[in-house]
């Protein structure tokens, strides 16, 4: 089921390239949306290494941290400033390397304190976050969005210009089914799914190597082949990433499974230009 809302959207008003509300980002080349079916599957973390990937290869990146109420993007990046505004816009922070991110907790006095908002403050919010922040020039804006398919995910969908979504799962079969629900969605919203990644799918022993399923044997090429969806990468379990998310440092990491998605936003770019 979709809100009636989505009848207004400019995705479906039947009137393009004529929509009375101007996109207010013009610099931003390409908005990528990151969704997963269910929380704590690594989507937060998906994020931050397409987005360290992504400013490796030399692309302009900004992160647009849509988890209002569960916001890890900040503590990934050692990020404890507060955001400031200038010019009636708010000023993303940037992390080390140069990637522009805002999220709530760059405005809470406290990153610990709690957010306890309604649907509808959480959507204003969320687009606030596109219409009124400083994000300058970018080549991509990835948006980190909250777990599953309810009010949130879809403000983004009908209110950011998306170029496509990449869905996060982890191989337990709940994970893989709550993931069908998010590709349905994106198929009901128009939105193009650019891939599949799946998280946590395997582990290497620290003793001898050897590769283990943690989870058995994984279920994910029964999803890509029924959506006809690319798997963009599997990410292992890996102690170095959760050490490196914990200290701040993502950026530290050597991320070498991502080529795949990132060749994929570098086509996006291309055929925009
Ligand atoms: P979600 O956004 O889906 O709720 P997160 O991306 O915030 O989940 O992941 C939670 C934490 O789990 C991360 O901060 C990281 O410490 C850990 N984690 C996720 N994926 C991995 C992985 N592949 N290897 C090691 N730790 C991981």
Redesign the pocket.
């Known amino acids: 089921m979709v809100s009636k809302e989505l009848d207004k959207s400019c995705k479906n008003c039947g009137d393009e390239g004529d929509c009375p509300e101007e996109n207010p980002q013009k610099d931003v080349k390409c908005c990528l949306a990151v969704m997963?079916g269910k929380?704590?599957?690594?989507?937060?973390?998906?994020t931050g290494l397409m987005a360290v990937a992504l400013k490796n290869a030399g692309l302009k990146i900004g992160i647009l941290d849509a988890?209002l109420t569960?916001p890890?993007i900040p503590k990934?990046f050692g990020i404890n400033k507060k955001a400031k505004s200038g010019d009636g816009k708010i000023i993303p922070i940037e992390s080390l390397n140069g990637i522009k991110i805002m999220s709530l907790n760059l405005l809470l006095d406290r990153e610990d304190d709690a957010v306890i908002w309604r649907g509808p403050v959480i959507a204003g919010a969320i687009k606030q976050f596109w219409t009124d922040v400083a994000w300058g020039e970018l080549d991509c804006l990835l948006i980190?969005l909250p777990?599953g398919t309810a009010d949130a995910p879809l403000t983004v969908m009908q209110s950011i210009p998306l170029d496509g979504v990449i869905v996060?799962s982890s191989p337990q079969d709940l994970a893989v089914m709550i993931v069908k629900k998010a590709l349905q969605m994106t198929r009901k919203l128009n939105i193009p799914t650019l891939g599949l990644i799946e998280?946590?799918s395997y582990a290497h022993c620290p003793k001898c190597g050897e590769k283990i399923d943690f989870f058995g044997e994984s279920n994910i090429s029964e999803i890509t082949k029924d959506y006809k969806i690319d798997l963009l990468a599997e990410?292992?379990?890996?102690?170095q990433?959760?050490k490196l998310?914990?200290e701040g440092k993502i950026e530290d990491y050597d991320v070498k499974f991502l080529d795949k998605a990132k060749n994929n936003v570098e086509k996006i770019l291309k055929d925009k230009n």
């Open positions: 997963s929380g704590g599957v690594g989507k937060s973390l998906v988890d569960g890890s990934m980190d777990p996060v998280n946590m990410i292992p379990i890996d102690p990433i959760a998310c914990d």
